[in-house]
């Protein structure tokens, strides 16, 4: 029983020695660079942050089940999805780590210490809400990184988390980064993630992310109305929901 005490301790140590290393590189990391927008995608800082969310979702005892990757078109994308929690881009980012998505997400998130500088230099934008004319800004900088072949970028066109469960108006300029840049709309839906914090470690969570549709990049570029974009991404998102617009069930089950 001492024995097994003794290296129980000594694996505790080796366990709290490797976590302050890994807090001593993601300061160091963190710290080294400007905070500033990037156009150049950083293998090394996302390496850090694939890590990272790999610990959290593990100790958060986080399952990810998904269904519709193998419609994953070649080359970058648009990628698109509901938006229920602060988790649903992390799901994601570990989801579709090989296609090395970049989010466009709000001021706030890059002010997070470590965290916003890493985001930077894995080519995610802030964007301002509140004024239109720096918004757009924002869509021109992520069609650039889609043209520049740099990254895929992720977007959730609700803008901000519905707690309800129902998707909220969507902003359908953020489909004009897809028409800019001529590359295809991945469609897809999250599920579960607003459950994480109330079952963190209790039990485990699971989250289900699917690949609903794909809108090719002649159809996105022919469709000239980012409103007609956008009503057929909700129609995908609310069927794979299981919702009507009125938030009614419908008879399709989600499946596994």
Same mark, same amino acid.
């Given at each position: 029983?001492?024995?097994?005490?003794?290296?129980?301790?000594?694996?505790?140590?080796?366990?709290?020695?490797?976590?302050?290393?890994?807090?001593? #590189?993601?300061?160091?990391?963190?710290?080294?660079?400007?905070?500033?927008?990037?156009?150049?995608?950083?293998?090394?800082?996302?390496?850090?942050?694939?890590?990272?969310?790999?610990?959290?979702?593990?100790?958060?005892?986080?399952?990810?089940?998904?269904?519709?990757?193998?419609?994953?078109?070649?080359?970058?994308?648009?990628?698109?999805?509901?938006?229920?929690?602060?988790?649903?881009?992390?799901?994601?980012?570990?989801?579709?780590?090989?296609?090395?998505?970049?989010? #466009?997400?709000? /001021? /706030?998130?890059?002010?997070?210490?470590?965290?916003?500088?890493?985001?930077?230099?894995?080519?995610?934008?802030? #964007?301002?809400?509140?004024?239109?004319?720096?918004?757009?800004?924002?869509?021109?900088?992520?069609?650039?990184?889609?043209?520049?072949?740099?990254?895929?970028?992720?977007?959730?066109? /609700?803008?901000?988390?519905?707690?309800?469960?129902?998707?909220?108006?969507?902003?359908?300029?953020?489909?004009?980064?897809?028409?800019?840049?001529?590359?295809?709309?991945?469609?897809?839906?999250?599920?579960?993630?607003?459950?994480?914090?109330?079952?963190?470690?209790?039990?485990?969570?699971?989250?289900?992310?699917?690949?609903?549709?794909?809108?090719?990049?002649?159809?996105?570029?022919?469709?000239?109305?980012?409103?007609?974009?956008?009503?057929?991404?909700?129609?995908?998102?609310?069927?794979?929901?299981?919702?009507?617009?009125?938030?009614? /069930?419908?008879?399709?089950?989600?499946?596994?």
């Amino acid at each position: 029983m001492k024995g097994f005490l003794i290296l129980l301790f000594r694996l505790l140590l080796v366990l709290i020695a490797a976590f302050a290393v890994y807090v001593l #590189i993601m300061t160091v990391s963190a710290y080294s660079i400007a905070s500033r927008e990037y156009s150049q995608n950083s293998t090394y800082f996302r390496f850090l942050l694939n890590i990272s969310l790999a610990m959290l979702f593990f100790v958060a005892r986080i399952d990810i089940k998904t269904k519709g990757l193998e419609n994953i078109p070649k080359g970058r994308f648009l990628l698109v999805s509901n938006h229920k929690s602060k988790f649903d881009p992390m799901a994601a980012w570990i989801v579709f780590k090989k296609q090395n998505i970049a989010f #466009i997400s709000k /001021e /706030e998130n890059f002010r997070i210490p470590w965290f916003g500088r890493i985001i930077r230099k894995c080519c995610c934008l802030p #964007i301002d809400r509140k004024d239109p004319g720096k918004a757009m800004e924002t869509v021109e900088k992520a069609a650039e990184l889609l043209k520049n072949d740099t990254v895929s970028v992720g977007v959730y066109p /609700e803008g901000t988390r519905s707690f309800s469960g129902e998707l909220l108006p969507f902003h359908n300029a953020m489909f004009k980064i897809a028409q800019k840049a001529g590359v295809p709309i991945v469609v897809t839906t999250i599920e579960g993630t607003e459950n994480i914090c109330k079952n963190y470690i209790r039990r485990r969570t699971e989250v289900k992310l699917k690949v609903v549709d794909v809108i090719s990049a002649e159809e996105v570029c022919s469709t000239h109305s980012t409103a007609v974009l956008g009503a057929r991404v909700r129609e995908d998102m609310n069927r794979s929901l299981g919702q009507t617009e009125e938030g009614e /069930e419908n008879e399709i089950p989600y499946l596994v």
